[in-house]
């Protein structure tokens, strides 16, 4: 079921200390793999849609699938848009029925990306929605990793009126990582309120553990979940050349990494 009021619960996972995985999807393999192990695990759920994904799939079906699976759920989901580029495309994202949207402000000067923020902020809170804003940047397709300085994100969660701020604090896009923990810990009693990692695959284990403790009710997981599902689809090609097989091989390793993850950062059992 998509969660209807989709701010308060945010409150409630940050009230609770507890982490949902926000898994990048592009298809219907993925988000049926990533549903059938949130209800498996009893774990509220993340579909996030990275740009390349919307490019991939294009925006309505993208949108109008998630949410028909979503509804037929009987675990809480979010529709989430992960790393979105400006106004309009939160707009459009809104009107398919996203439940947050995120806008990637990062290469902005602060008060930039707080005007930005804010007035994306304003429409999304007008229906219902909620907004993730970051500051600080994860490496990857973003360039370089720039960490989050703690009175920049204390000022764009005040006056950027976000529900929850993306921080950089030691995880990379796609590569392995350690958190710095005392950074977070600053930022956190600065902000008081969600926090949000991206890079989450490669996150060490206790250091996610650490940073729940700390606030972050959100952790991204797009390369883990890529990376199972492409060693799926070559273990069915090389036993089969039934396609159903190959995908419903890909699928299997993507659902065992999406359990894994409801595991790793205390979803599981929260629905």
């Not at 990637?104 to 907004?131: F, M």
């Amino acid at each position: 079921m998509l969660v209807p009021q989709p701010r308060e619960f945010i409150c409630r996972v940050w009230a609770e200390r507890f982490a949902i995985p926000a898994f990048d999807v592009c298809n219907l393999e993925l988000l049926k793999a990533v549903l059938e192990a949130a209800e498996a695990e009893r774990a509220p759920v993340i579909l996030a849609t990275y740009t390349g994904d919307i490019d991939h799939a294009g925006l309505r079906p993208l949108a109008h699938l998630a949410k028909l699976l979503a509804g037929e759920a009987s675990v809480p989901v979010m529709l989430h848009l992960d790393h979105g580029t400006g106004f309009d495309l939160a707009v459009q994202c809104l009107r398919e029925g996203y439940s947050s949207v995120m806008f990637d402000g990062s290469h902005l000067p602060l008060e930039e990306n707080i005007r930005e923020t804010k007035a994306i902020a304003n429409v999304a809170h007008a229906v219902g929605a909620a907004v993730e804003g970051e500051v600080g940047s994860f490496g990857g397709q973003q360039g370089a990793v720039v960490y989050t300085e703690p009175e920049e994100a204390a000022a764009l969660f005040d006056r950027g009126e976000v529900d929850m701020l993306a921080v950089s604090v030691g995880s990379v896009h796609g590569q392995r990582s350690r958190l710095d923990l005392d950074r977070l810990k600053t930022i956190a009693d600065l902000v008081r309120g969600p926090l949000v990692l991206h890079g989450g695959s490669g996150i060490d284990p206790e250091d996610v553990r650490r940073a729940t403790a700390l606030g972050v009710i959100k952790l991204n997981i797009g390369h883990g979940l890529f990376t199972a599902w492409l060693a799926g689809l070559r273990e069915g090609l090389a036993a089969s050349s039934d396609h159903y097989a190959v995908l419903g091989r890909g699928m299997t390793r993507a659902r065992e990494e999406a359990r894994r993850r409801f595991i790793e950062t205390g979803a599981a059992g929260r629905a």
